[in-house]
């Protein structure tokens, strides 16, 4: 099957604003692209794209005082079949990581993870009781309008969908299970 994949995102920069991209669909799913996942900008703006010391594709733009518009789209091969589950896996207590490990335990200040806490207890619920059949999908989650300047919504914000924000994504399942978090 063929699954299409994309995402828009707008902004509105203060400033010009130097920004590190990881949207790329992940380089072990590259034999399965049908249409590559080209970034495009509005305005056009010089893209650098390098390789960060994971294997991910990255992009650098500068974007420009004002809004901008950043936007893919693809399409990928895939069987559809349910991720493969490995029984033998076991979940780690936090005190037994090694210290090189904690860093990618902590929240981000560019993820509103006080707002998506409860979205990931609710997805890993519904996992546990569908015994990890999951196919892979695409997970929308709503859009959320703030100021340029803001770094997360306050905590008494409630959150509130729209069918075009500042900001909208469509965070696509693409990649094999240990890659798959987001």
């Known amino acids: 099957m063929q699954i299409r994949v994309g995402y828009e995102l707008i902004y509105d920069c203060p400033q010009p604003t130097p920004m590190m991209l990881m949207l ?11 249409i590559p996942d080209h970034l495009t900008t509005t305005p056009s703006m010089p893209i650098t794209a390098y390789r960060d010391i994971f294997g991910n594709w990255c992009n650098r733009i500068v974007a420009p005082k004002g809004q901008i ?18 029984a033998s896996a076991q979940q780690h207590s936090i005190q037994d990581l090694p ?6 335990l902590l929240g981000s200040r560019y993820c509103e993870t006080d707002l998506l806490s409860q979205i990931a207890w609710n997805l890993s ?6 015994g990890h059949a999951f196919r892979r999908s695409a997970i929308l989650f709503t859009t959320i309008s703030r100021s340029a300047t803001s770094t997360r919504v306050p905590p008494s914000r409630p959150l509130k969908p729209s069918a075009r924000g500042k900001a909208s994504a469509a965070i696509i399942r693409t990649l094999p299970s240990h890659f798959a978090a987001a």
């Open 24 to 34: 790329n669909i992940h380089y072990t799913r590259a034999s399965d692209i049908v």
């Open 69 to 86: 518009r950043l936007a893919s789209t693809a399409v990928v091969k895939d069987t559809g079949e349910p991720d493969v589950v490995v």
């Open 125 to 130: 619920a519904i996992r546990r009781r569908a």
């Open 99 to 104: 210290e090189e490990t904690l860093m990618f």
